[in-house]
């Protein structure tokens, strides 16, 4: 798969761009989540994509705020 030797930064920006912005944005994660145990290793890629982003989220890193932003959805930064 070619995500696993992309950034978790790149893999996130991608995921949160390909979600659908119709939806909240848990609804959105949980959907992601479901569709990612239909492949381990993409699931992997996602699971480590989503802690790096938490941990950096709590580190005071905006960038995470920006790929959800980019998605359509829109949180504060």
Not at 31 to 60: C, K, M, P, T, W
């Amino acid at each position: 798969m070619a995500m696993a030797n992309v950034s978790w930064e790149s893999n996130l920006s991608k995921t949160f761009a390909s979600s659908v912005n119709q939806q909240s944005l848990e609804d959105a994660a949980e959907l992601i989540v479901d569709v990612s145990l239909d492949d381990q290793e993409y699931h992997s890629i996602f699971i480590n994509a989503i802690d790096q982003g938490i941990r950096a989220a709590n580190d005071g890193d905006i960038i995470v705020m920006g790929f959800i932003n980019k998605s359509g959805y829109k949180v504060n930064m």
